[in-house]
């Protein structure tokens, strides 16, 4: 979800910022954004506004093929998440969680003991160099950073130190915490990264979500309400869905009940009832009026409820240039056909014998990065 022209945003000089969780209120209400979120591994839990609490998660977007790297909001955050969360260390650089973040030793260097101080994670620097690949960019300053982070025996851990060293502790900037060793996960990111680097995009991106969407936000066609997810408005042309778990039927208006019709849900068989109301002429600024009528002997729900026509969203939609476009199809010949990288019943090693298959080189370029980083 974005946040947009929030205290945070306006002082990092950006219009919004992807946040890391919100409350369930914000589909009904946009202001509780501004609502108090806990951080239960923190002493004292400030309970900073959703608003103000920012992650690198959003970057999955782009490794997914759900959003493209110059999207306007990623672009944003971006600037929000290195201003909050990227650390320079001796290694390179890494980030933490979340701003706020408790999980990782005491500022003495004591152990996590439920409540502690966020730490750099290498697995995130691996993130981000998908990311720059997702841009077109060499990620190898991110693999060589995360080599650089490893123990003396070759082990990523799920931390770094990013503090004054404490000798008596064996903490050391960019080095190893007293956190997990060897992390798998980072390890696995690693070798994805190193694999991505050849293939010219993420290693585990759908190919079916990259041609549906080739990272562009599509206009909602079909919006969904339903009772433990009320949104409190729909874009101007899209179709609203009343959805609940029971059969019953909606009786509906427009703009105070006017032109009001009952109709009844349909079973979907998708373990849920559901009723498409004709909305997609109504514009901007008109709203529509429903309640429910259960059609068991329970009757009526007992309250009305509106959902307001919004304006048609298109910030964020991404500009084609010539040079994204030129990558998108690069990354298409690339692709052989079968090949969905990442994809269920694919596993890393098929998928890179199929690119291997169109790249001959691949394998030898492979082993030549790993030597060097390793030499590094």
């Given at each position: 979800?974005?946040?947009?022209?929030?205290?945070?945003?306006?002082?990092?000089?950006?219009?919004?910022?992807?946040?890391?969780?919100?409350?369930?209120?914000?589909?009904?209400?946009?202001?509780?954004l501004?609502?108090?979120?806990?951080?239960?591994?923190?002493?004292?839990?400030?309970?900073?506004?959703?608003?103000?609490?920012?992650?690198?998660?959003f970057?999955?977007?782009?490794?997914?093929?759900?959003?493209?790297?110059?999207?306007?909001?990623?672009?944003?955050?971006i600037?929000?998440?290195?201003?909050l969360?990227?650390?320079?260390?001796?290694?390179?650089?890494?980030w933490?969680?979340?701003?706020?973040?408790?999980?990782?030793?005491?500022?003495?260097?004591?152990?996590?003991?439920?409540?502690?101080?966020?730490?750099?994670?290498?697995?995130?620097?691996g993130?981000?160099?998908?990311?720059?690949?997702?841009?077109?960019?060499?990620?190898?300053?991110?693999?060589?950073?995360?080599?650089?982070?490893?123990?003396?025996?070759?082990?990523?851990?799920?931390?770094?130190?990013?503090?004054?060293?404490?000798?008596?502790?064996?903490?050391?900037?960019?080095?190893?915490?007293?956190?997990?060793?060897p992390?798998?996960?980072?390890?696995?990111?690693?070798?994805?990264?190193?694999?991505?680097?050849?293939?010219?995009?993420?290693?585990d991106?759908?190919?079916?979500?990259?041609r549906?969407?080739?990272?562009?936000?599509?206009?909602?066609?079909?919006?969904?309400?339903?009772?433990?997810?009320?949104?409190?408005?729909?874009?101007?042309?899209?179709?609203?869905t009343?959805?609940?778990?029971?059969?019953?039927?909606?009786?509906?208006?427009?703009?105070?009940?006017?032109?009001?019709?009952?109709?009844?849900?349909?079973?979907t068989g998708?373990?849920?009832?559901?009723?498409?109301?004709?909305?997609?002429?109504?514009?901007?600024?008109?709203?529509v009026?429903?309640?429910?009528?259960?059609?068991?002997?329970?009757?009526?729900?007992?309250?009305?409820?509106?959902?307001?026509?919004?304006?048609?969203?298109?910030?964020?939609?991404?500009?084609?240039?010539?040079?994204?476009?030129?990558a998108?199809?690069?990354?298409?010949?690339?692709?052989?056909?079968?090949?969905?990288?990442?994809?269920?019943?694919?596993?890393?090693q098929?998928?890179?014998?199929?690119?291997?298959?169109?790249?001959?080189?691949?394998?030898?370029?492979?082993?030549?990065?790993?030597?060097?980083?390793?030499?590094?």
């Amino acid at each position: 979800m974005v946040a947009r022209d929030t205290e945070l945003a306006r002082q990092v000089g950006v219009r919004g910022h992807y946040v890391r969780t919100a409350p369930e209120q914000v589909l009904r209400n946009a202001a509780a954004l501004n609502d108090p979120m806990p951080i239960r591994n923190r002493i004292g839990d400030p309970k900073p506004p959703a608003a103000q609490q920012v992650s690198t998660d959003f970057l999955q977007l782009v490794r997914l093929g759900l959003r493209r790297a110059d999207d306007p909001f990623v672009r944003d955050s971006i600037e929000v998440a290195d201003r909050l969360l990227k650390v320079a260390t001796p290694s390179g650089p890494a980030w933490r969680r979340y701003n706020g973040d408790g999980y990782g030793e005491h500022e003495d260097g004591r152990p996590y003991d439920g409540t502690g101080c966020g730490r750099p994670w290498p697995l995130l620097t691996g993130e981000r160099g998908h990311f720059e690949v997702a841009a077109g960019r060499d990620p190898l300053p991110y693999l060589e950073a995360m080599a650089a982070m490893a123990s003396a025996g070759g082990m990523l851990p799920e931390q770094v130190w990013d503090q004054a060293p404490i000798p008596s502790r064996r903490l050391h900037p960019g080095r190893p915490t007293g956190s997990a060793m060897p992390l798998a996960w980072a390890h696995a990111e690693f070798v994805k990264l190193l694999i991505s680097r050849h293939l010219g995009y993420p290693v585990d991106r759908s190919e079916a979500a990259w041609r549906r969407y080739q990272g562009r936000r599509p206009r909602s066609q079909r919006t969904f309400w339903w009772l433990h997810a009320a949104i409190s408005d729909f874009p101007a042309g899209a179709i609203l869905t009343i959805a609940t778990a029971r059969p019953a039927s909606v009786h509906w208006g427009i703009d105070g009940w006017q032109q009001s019709a009952d109709w009844a849900m349909e079973d979907t068989g998708l373990g849920f009832f559901a009723a498409s109301l004709p909305t997609q002429l109504l514009r901007a600024g008109q709203r529509v009026d429903f309640t429910i009528r259960w059609l068991d002997e329970s009757g009526w729900i007992g309250r009305d409820f509106q959902v307001a026509v919004s304006m048609v969203d298109n910030v964020g939609n991404e500009r084609k240039t010539e040079a994204l476009e030129s990558a998108a199809g690069a990354t298409t010949a690339q692709l052989p056909t079968g090949c969905v990288a990442g994809g269920v019943g694919q596993s890393t090693q098929a998928c890179c014998e199929r690119a291997d298959e169109t790249t001959k080189s691949s394998k030898e370029r492979l082993d030549s990065d790993v030597a060097a980083i390793g030499e590094r």
